[in-house]
Structures are given as structure tokens and as C-alpha cells.
């Protein structure tokens, strides 16, 4: 990208994030690691190449870093550095502009779980501390835990989740909308383990 040549702090962050796709990239990246083909599947609409020359470009700012997990699945994955971490309240900032001045939605507009479930992670109390959950909508699996600080949510499975929930991603964005309530969604939820903390966590994703 070509540098705006501004001493401004904005016109030089922008230097760095403000080609396309780059802000989405590290929301992508906010509930943790991910595989390349997680990051295009995340982000619809973005060309491979595209997709490439955004994380060099992140790489060499050292606001993403590129690490192979290790064994018994060594994959390579892209995470936020803690450059790219000191981004979240960038990214939460445009979220709340977005809900109030961003353009209308649309009916074909792309919609996935993570990105109803990245902006909970600030309601403190919302779920005992300690508590582990695993959640499940369509393809995208998550974890979630109670915190004194407020949810944990990241992407993959739990360890010893207290209970499993399954939703459709409808019934996900209805709850999370406040357009259905949890006894509603729970009707249509496939749970496994404890009912009494399924139920809080379903709890947890309505609006407060």
C-alpha cells in the first residue's frame, strides 16, 4: 500500500490496515489461531490472492505472525501478535459504528457464528467462572467459558465441557438478536451433558 506521507497517527496506522481486507483478516483472528482455509472461509468474497498478499503484508508489520502447531496435528496457522491484538478495541469501535451508521443490511448479505459471538465476549458475569462449554453452529465449533472479566469465547473444542449445544445458525443469530428467547432456541437445540449448564449458556448469548 502507498503511504498517505503523514505524520498524523491515523493517516500512519492506516498505512499499515487500511488496505481491504485487512481489518477484516484480525477480526477473523480475534477468537484465535486459524488455517488459511479457515481465513477464506471466513472471509466471502476474498480472492486467494488477495488473501495472500493481506497477510504478507500483516507478517511484515508484525501485526500477524504465521506458527505450525504441533504434533498430532501439525498445521500451519495465522494469529494476531500483540500489535494485532492492540486492535480489538479498534475492531469493537467499528462494530458499535457499524450497529448504529453502517449501511442497511441486505437479504444476501454473509453471515457466520463467530461474528455473532466475538462481540459477547464483553458481558461480564454472563456465566459462572470456571464453567466450560462447547458450542456448536453448523460447521464453526467454539469454546466458552465463564470468566470474572467477562465470556471466553474461542474457536475449536473444549476440554471437558460442562455441556454441548448444537444450534442452527438461525436459531443462533434469533437469541443472539433477542428475537427468540432461550426457552425458544432450547426447544430446537440438540444438548449433551448438563442441562442446567446448557441452559446458562444459552442464557448468556441473549441479550442482556
Sequence with gaps: MKSYGQRCPVSR???VVGDRWALLVLREL???????TD???GLPGVGTNVLSARLRDLESAG?????TLPPPTPVTVYEATEAGRALRPVLQALRDWGEEYGRPIAHNDA???SWMLTPLARRKGALPSGRVYELRVGDEVFEVRGARDGLSIAGGQADHPDAVVELGLGDLHALTSGSATPRDVRRRA???GDDEA???????????
Design 198 to 208: 446448557a441452559d446458562q449458556l444459552l442464557r448468556a448469548l441473549a441479550p442482556v
Design 13 to 15: 496506522a492506516l498505512d
Design 39 to 41: 481465513l477464506l472461509d
Design 111 to 113: 453471515i457466520r457464528a
Design 190 to 192: 440438540d444438548i449433551d
Design 30 to 36: 480475534e477468537l484465535g489461531p486459524k488455517r488459511y
Design 63 to 67: 501485526i500477524v505472525t504465521k506458527r
